[in-house]
């Protein structure tokens, strides 16, 4: 396969994240698959803070900064009002975290993608509040620790599954819906360019590791975003126009293999990793289902 | 004043600020509906729909989003504008902020409405007494043709290059929003050389990135930028004399400015008032006049930035004055009479009562504004609920 990525950068040197985050190469991709024509707007999040402080700033577009809950709204008046000026050509982008998007954002986001505006809502999903220091999202896979869902004597690691907020964008029939993964860069890359060919809406959810967050060292991000798609934990698809599509790796590998190396499924008995791996494995016959068009309930 | 269509319609105070940000040449418009505002967006959405307004107009979610949504617009270069109510008013203040702070000169119309609970849909001042520390100028009216021109001077004032900062703009709910009287319907074409192109200086433009409102620890400029904040914003007095003079000329109008001082002139006793309930202490004042009793009413318009010295100058000499509050805050007193009473701190010694009235749309009657004038001329002083015992 022929080396795909395009190497204008639109993120510079120098920002302020963390070693190995996952959150920096999610929005690096993205941005060079979307082009310097693009206006990004981030809400409360690590990527509040990423690009450094005033008056510095790690990225070459436009760069807006809004409350929490209010990435989908700001994104909808900034595209409405680009067409009033006749800049239809620029790519408006919402750039959202886990919490942002599948919890305190999720109305606006809902409300944008059904009022069908032209725009990108890329959620880089690290499953926690990581900027404030690793409390549960909705977005929070079962199992995991977090600083408030302690292992404690209780054990009340989270005890809910994850809320996949790209799935509730199919059940919105959101045009274009896509999952990816930093470890698949190509893959991501190709999604946004395919993105772009579809008028209206578009969702992508990144899985974006946190080595703080998920108590894991930083020189294992992509091989660990790598074996969530491996394990099936993250599966891949792609959603354009109500087409559903699976990447299906035939080799999977068994759950343990991605939560063994990351602090924050330690605690995890034999049993409860088997309990996670039947999900899993129910999962990703729904979404096959889902791709041979029968109807997922 | 020049040659130009004096064109005169019966409209109620929602239907002239629809038709006002027609005439502003508004080309944005997000809203979410809340009694009694939604009319006003009704009109709006039913002028874009025929294209008798070329402007985008989108209903969303809430008003956490209208808000946000016209940042957007605004940041993009298009002049935006919303319209809330009361709650509404309440569930955006954290967009509110924000939009001040980002310097956005967004207009909002508000048809002030009551707090719950008990739910009222009525007026009372409270919705954006609320905001009133959110960095937002707040212009109240008193008629429909001021819920129009209020919208036009608002534009001019907000996005003065000086200023850059939002503006909320006030008319009571019901006795003005959906009541009925003659108003003047400025020219379009003249509004639109009167307003000029929305400007912004640092709109969205990719051949000049910048990031807009970028993380500033302790020892970046965060507390220059809060007090250049404060600065503008009170650089907006003087601006608002100027602008309303050159209204006034162009359209042959008489908008009164900051304060409009009512029978003043030689005055003993005044009270100070917000919005459409002016105009019965006016009818008071003129009885009372007639009476040989020396009374006058200081009516404040800019309520944000606090037209202080304009204040002081009417109250010089007075022997006593009353403030209305037609809001249920709970600081000492209510919020007109505190920033009236810091505004002459050191500079005035005269008595003065605060009268606390028509909350949740409860009238304030001809009699109830004789109570208040009998009560200050007696000397009293603190804080006087007026009409209140449930009957």
Not at chain 1, 28 to 47: D, H, I, L, N, Q
Not at chain 1, 150 to 160: A, S, T
Not at chain 2, 11 to 20: D, H, I, Q, R, S
């Amino acid at each position: 396969m022929p080396f795909s990525i395009p190497k204008e950068e639109y993120m510079m040197s120098g920002h302020t994240a963390c070693a190995g985050c996952g959150a920096t190469l999610a929005m690096r991709y993205v941005m060079k698959a979307m082009g310097e024509k693009t206006v990004v707007t981030v809400p409360a999040s690590c990527w509040a803070v990423i690009p450094g402080n005033y008056p510095n700033t790690a990225l070459k577009v436009p760069f807006i900064y809004t409350p929490f809950a209010s990435t989908g709204a700001t994104i909808s008046g900034i595209r409405e009002a680009l067409n009033e000026e006749g800049k239809e050509d620029y790519n408006v982008v919402g750039f959202a975290g886990d919490g942002g998007t599948a919890d305190i954002g999720l109305q606006a986001l809902s409300a944008a993608m059904e009022r069908g505006h032209n725009v990108f809502y890329i959620m880089y999903d690290n499953e926690a509040y990581m900027n404030t220091g690793i409390q549960r999202s909705s977005s929070t896979p079962y199992g995991a620790w977090t600083t408030t869902t302690p292992v404690g004597k209780d054990r009340v690691y989270k005890k809910e599954n994850k809320k996949v907020v790209a799935d509730m964008m199919m059940a919105q029939k959101v045009p274009y819906v896509a999952t990816a993964s930093i470890a698949f860069p190509e893959d991501l890359i190709k999604k946004i360019q395919n993105a772009k060919k579809v008028k209206g809406p578009k969702f992508i959810q990144i899985l974006s590791p946190c080595p703080p967050g998920w108590y894991f060292n930083s020189e294992n991000t992509v091989k660990i975003a790598r074996l969530a798609v491996e394990t099936r934990i993250f599966p891949l698809y792609e959603y354009i126009e109500g087409k559903f599509t699976l990447y299906k790796n035939p080799n999977p590998l068994p759950v343990e293999k991605y939560l063994e190396i990351q602090g924050r499924f330690g605690h995890l008995s034999t049993e409860e990793i088997q309990k996670i791996q039947e999900n899993v494995n129910k999962r990703w016959e729904e979404l096959l289902d889902r791709e041979k068009g029968k109807v997922i309930t | 004043m020049r040659n130009m269509n004096k064109n005169w319609n019966i409209m109620t105070g929602n239907e002239a600020v629809a038709l006002a940000t027609k005439l502003a040449g508004v080309r944005f418009v997000s809203a979410y509906p809340i009694t009694p505002q939604t009319a006003i967006v009704e009109k709006i959405a039913e002028m874009v729909a025929n294209e008798k307004m070329d402007a985008k107009f989108i209903e969303v979610e809430s008003e956490h989003s209208a808000m946000a949504s016209v940042m957007g617009s605004e940041l993009a270069g298009v002049r935006s504008f919303t319209a809330s109510s009361s709650h509404g008013i309440l569930y955006m203040h954290e967009m509110l902020n924000w939009v001040a702070g980002m310097r956005l000169p967004i207009l909002m119309a508000v048809v002030n409405r009551s707090i719950g609970p008990p739910w009222n849909i009525w007026a009372d001042h409270s919705d954006t007494m609320i905001q009133r520390d959110t960095g937002w100028m707040q212009l109240y009216g008193e008629s429909n043709q001021e819920a129009m021109d209020t919208i036009i001077l608002g534009y001019k004032l907000a996005e003065h290059k000086d200023i850059l900062l939002p503006i909320m703009v006030m008319q009571d709910a019901f006795t003005l929003s959906h009541t009925s009287e003659p108003v003047e319907i400025r020219d379009e074409m003249v509004v639109r050389e009167f307003l000029g192109d929305l400007n912004l200086p640092f709109k969205i433009d990719t051949n000049r990135p910048m990031g807009y409102g970028s993380l500033m620890p302790p020892d970046g400029p965060f507390m220059e930028l809060k007090m250049d904040m404060k600065k503008s914003m009170y650089s907006a007095v003087d601006r608002f004399v100027e602008i309303t003079k050159e209204f006034n000329d162009l359209f042959d109008a008489n908008f009164p400015g900051p304060v409009e001082g009512f029978m003043m002139e030689d005055a003993d006793y005044a009270l100070i008032t917000l919005g459409s309930i002016s105009s019965t202490a006016k009818y008071v004042v003129r009885n009372l006049r007639n009476q040989g009793k020396k009374v006058g009413l200081l009516r404040i318009l800019l309520y944000r930035p606090f037209p202080k010295d304009l204040v002081i100058s009417y109250l010089r000499g007075l022997k006593g004055f009353g403030v209305v509050d037609r809001s249920s805050t709970y600081g000492p007193y209510g919020s007109l009479y505190m920033d009236v009473i810091s505004s002459i701190y050191g500079k005035l010694e005269i008595p003065a009562a605060n009268f606390v009235a028509g909350l949740g749309g409860r009238d304030v009657r001809v009699k109830d504004f004789e109570e208040m004038f009998t009560k200050i001329m007696e000397g009293e002083e603190g804080e006087i609920w007026i009409n209140v015992g449930v009957k």
